[in-house]
Every structure is written in structure tokens, then in C-alpha cells.
């Protein structure tokens, strides 16, 4: 979490809040497009596939997530208001804690990383690699885990969301009878910004489009003669016309990457900000 959105322990401002939204977004789309350069490997996400030494029958994907995290809960990181542990008993920081002054209340309470888990694996995943096995097993996961680590902050990004909006003089009086009376329905229409979401699809096409190009269909990898390059790139041009999007060949799927974010991160961001809101009058 940037220190600075917590400094001041005040009110999360949200076009700040947003600008984080919008820099999350590149990260997502560079781990999505790194994770599929291998293989689906399939195998990774079941049980009992990887007969391991030690007799561990869960999926490689589970045993490498709660290494890793046990490692990063050592130095602190699930301390941190925006960071949310997949795995569960993860051990004690090795330092001593963080000082975080109280943005949201309570915290760690709310965790829907089994939910953003089911949904990578059994949709994205599926959805921007190959099918089949390169026994990439270890690049595979590890790019996994960034991908999750990513979708989580982002989606988890909405506690802060909800209380900046809780926090508006123009709104708080509407939200607080709301939460009072449990109203989901009113609680989601008010807090859906129709317009920001329009906008943030199409930024992320463009920047799938753009971040996705693969050079080398357009003679611009290292074996390439800068001169014999006849492609013109899609981040040169003023907007990505479908022309660009047939002649310059992707390394991630598009249409993939904006139907993730309209299915899954903005209606589960909104779900976090619901609950998080559901329980700020506790
Ligand atoms: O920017 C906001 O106001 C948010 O609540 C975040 C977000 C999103 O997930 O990107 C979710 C709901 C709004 O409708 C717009 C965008």
C-alpha cells in the first residue's frame, strides 16, 4: 500500500484511490500476458498430481502459494490493510509490526480470495494459455501467484473505495441509512459509478492491445532489420482500429482481459465494498 494513502490516517481520497486502480490495472495485464506464455499445465492445479516427497496431496499450485506466503507473512506483509492472505496458519513476522494508522474498520475481516481463486483458475486460466503440458510447472506458478497476489489487492483495494465514499459529506447521510436498513440493492446502486467503468474497459483494451504486441510479428524482435519493419505499431497510432488489432499478433487475449475485469474484478470489487460497507456501523 502507498504509505502516502495512509499518512494521514484521514479519509482515502478516491481519485488517488482510483490513479492506484488504474496502475494495478498494468500490473494485472503484465502478469496475465507473462503467465501465458506456457502452457495451460493442468496438472499444477489438481490434487494429488505431483507426488511430492513429503507425501503433500494437495495441488502444486496450494503447496507453492502457502510456501511463499509464509515467507511473506515473515516480513510482514499481510499486516499491511491491502494485502490478503490465500493460505491459511501462515506464521508470525520475524520483525516487529508496522504502525498502519486506522483507515478502514476492521480490516482483515473481509478475505474473498477463495472466490478470486476459483474464478483464475478455473476461468482465466483456461482462457489465456494453451491447452496442454510444457512441464513448466514451476514458471507456471510462480506467474500465478503474481496474478493472484495482483487480482486480490485490486479487488481487496475496494475497502478503501467504500470508505472514501462513506467518508463524503455529499453521501454519508444516504449511506449510513442504508447500511442501517441492510439495503444491498440501493447500497450497489449508489456506489456504482456507471461512467468510471465504461471508461475503465475501454483504457484496458487499449492497454491490452498496446502492452500485448507481439514485436517480432511486426520485424521488431532481435533477429529483425529495423528497416525491413513495414508494420506500424499500435501504440504509434491514434487509436487501435481493428486493421492494427489483425496485423500485429498478441501475446494475450484482449477481449479476455476486459471481460475478466467486467465479469469478475469490477462486480467483486463491488462486492467487497458492499460487505465492507454491511459492516462499518458494527
Ligand atoms: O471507482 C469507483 O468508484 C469504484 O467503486 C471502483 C469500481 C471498479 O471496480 O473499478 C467499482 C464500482 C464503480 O462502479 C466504478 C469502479
Redesign the pocket.
Known sequence: MSRNLLILGAAPN?SE??NT?VRLEDTIIFALIERSQFKHNNSIYKANKMNFRDGYTGSFLSWFLKEVESVHAKVRRYQSPDEYPFTNNLPEPVLPPLEYPPVLVDPQEININDEIFDVYVNTVIPGITAQGDDTNYGSSATRDIECLQALSR??H??KF??ES?FQDPDCHDEYVRLIKEKNRDRLMEL????R??EL?LKRLKAKALIYGQDLSSAGLDGNSNINDSSQPLIGLRSSPSDAAEEKIKSRVDYDLVVSL?RDY??PL??EV?IEYLLHRLD
Open positions: 478516491l484511490l482510483r486502480l485490486r479487488i483495494y475496494g473505495v467504500a465514499k456506489l456504482t459509478n456507471s468510471v467503468e475503465l475485469y474484478v469490477i470489487t463491488k465494498e
